[in-house]
């Protein structure tokens, strides 16, 4: 490794450390290596050679390609060549790139307010976020994003492409859109806007309150909890007849706060959601808090295909438990553990460490949450755009069985019995949300209690 520059040593020295002490000390070991242990220092051996390989890769590339190399991008790329034969949410984020997934966390950023995901070499729109540029340019869930400024984003991780279409606001930003129905891709100009998700949202329908939450974010179940306060305080100070959780086209967000959601609705200790890695380990339970629940009203839980992770988290917990009817379409399927890891020279690492089961063993990696009844997105049984799911995103992994019994899932069901016409409700347009109403409105009584409810499912 003759000629290998300062910085290269400190990189090798430091995957050396990774590939686990326990290799250096066998080869002092002079006795015999009991069975497992001679096995971890063969593979450790294999890994020293391999490593060794990456080392005179990089001095050949240092010492003799036709132009100076950018080392941080050569070091930065061979990480993402790694992580890249994992699972897609295993990823690599150079310091700029993780500032932005920090800033994401908070729920305030300047850009253009859409959602995307990889699929195959293409970036897809997941959902435009709300009242954002992007919604109001008529960007649809399901739009190929083709180019960014002239760029174009095949092959581009997602994000790179979020990292270009952020920014300040007053910024201009020229997508290339290709959808179905065009015969070529079209660009729209989009100005960039100061971007603050309000996590919750809420409505009420003569006496149904109707909560939208976006995402899981800081605080998300503090807003959810003073939504409600503020939707009993329109219904003159009464308990709400009924609640819609609505969770769809929420990608997910922040564990924490999806095990509080979940928990606001859940009595007892009982099992929100359950963590599972390999051999054992990253296995963690997290249970519900009997204090400061909501009052047991009947509660419908809307999700769709747009429904992801924390999202899938709070729907199967709630669905498991009887707490709630799922109603819409089949969940997106994300139901792995990440962990985020902050290095030393600002850049982060997010790595998959374990999968998610409900409190009844279902895993919801692959597969998503399969709702109660099956209410599509328009009345004519349209289901709406074709979004990306778990199954459909490269080198996702397969869904493992639970390490208790798995509930089988039985098939959703048409639409549910019961359904009352609501007045409030009568000009919605929203499909889903208007069955949502007219089922709970059918069962509850004119006084506004709830019938009593029935053990089980």
Do not use: C
């Not at 919604?135 to 984003?153: M, N, P, Q």
């Not at 100070?237 to 929420?250: A, H, Q, T």
């Not at 089961?357 to 597969?367: A, D, H, L, N, W």
């Not at 069955?435 to 209690?449: C, D, F, I, K």
Request: charged share 30%; net charge neutral.
């Amino acid at each position: 490794m003759t000629g290998l520059h300062q910085p290269w040593r400190a990189a090798l020295a430091a995957l050396l450390l990774l590939s686990g002490p326990a290799a250096a000390d066998d080869k002092k070991d002079a006795g015999p290596r009991p069975p497992g242990r001679a096995e971890r220092a063969e593979k450790d051996d294999a890994t020293y050679r391999q490593l060794d390989t990456f080392a005179r890769v990089l001095s050949y590339v240092e010492n003799n390609y036709v132009e100076a190399p950018d080392r941080e991008r050569l070091v930065y790329g061979a990480i993402q060549g790694m992580l890249d034969t994992l699972d897609p949410h295993t990823v690599f984020m150079p310091p700029e790139v993780f500032r932005e997934m920090k800033i994401d966390t908070s729920g305030e950023w300047g850009g253009l307010g859409i959602e995307i995901a990889r699929r195959s070499e293409r970036i897809i729109v997941v959902a435009p976020i709300d009242d954002t540029p992007a919604a109001r340019a008529g960007i649809k869930a399901g739009d190929e994003l083709v180019s960014i400024d002239g760029e174009s984003t095949r092959g581009m991780d997602v994000g790179r492409a979020m990292q270009k279409m952020r920014g300040p606001a007053g910024g201009r930003v020229l997508l290339g859109i290709m959808r179905q129905g065009f015969s070529a891709p079209r660009e729209i100009a989009i100005i960039r806007d100061h971007i603050r998700i309000v996590s919750v949202e809420g409505a009420l329908y003569d006496g149904i309150g109707h909560v939208r939450v976006k995402n899981f974010q800081d605080r998300t179940d503090q807003y959810l909890r003073k939504e409600l306060d503020r939707l009993r305080g329109l219904n003159g100070g009464k308990e709400l007849r009924g609640v819609v959780l609505d969770l769809r086209n929420n990608p997910g967000g922040l564990l924490d706060q999806a095990v509080a959601v979940s928990d606001r609705f859940l009595a007892g200790n009982v099992v929100i959601v359950s963590t599972r890695g390999r051999d054992g380990r990253n296995s963690t339970e997290e249970r519900a808090r009997d204090r400061d629940t909501e009052k047991d009203y009947p509660l419908v839980v809307l999700v769709n295909g747009g429904s992801a992770s924390a999202s899938e988290i709070v729907a199967g917990a709630l669905q498991d438990h009887g707490r709630a009817t799922i109603l819409g379409t089949q969940t997106f399927g994300k139901g792995s553990v990440q962990t985020v890891i902050e290095l030393e020279d600002g850049s982060g690492l997010k790595l998959t460490i374990a999968r998610y089961y409900t409190p009844k063993g279902r895993s919801i990696q692959e597969r998503g949450i399969t709702p109660d009844y099956l209410v599509p997105d328009e009345p004519n049984g349209k289901t709406g755009r074709d979004v990306p799911r778990e199954k459909d995103l490269q080198r996702h992994f397969r869904a493992e069985p639970a390490a208790a019994p798995e509930a089988p899932t039985a098939a959703p069901k048409g639409l549910p019995d019961g359904l009352k016409p609501l007045d409030a409700a009568a000009s919605l347009e929203d499909y889903p949300l208007k069955v949502a109403l007219e089922y709970l409105n059918g069962r509850t009584s004119p006084q506004g209690r709830p019938p009593a409810r029935a053990a089980g499912r």
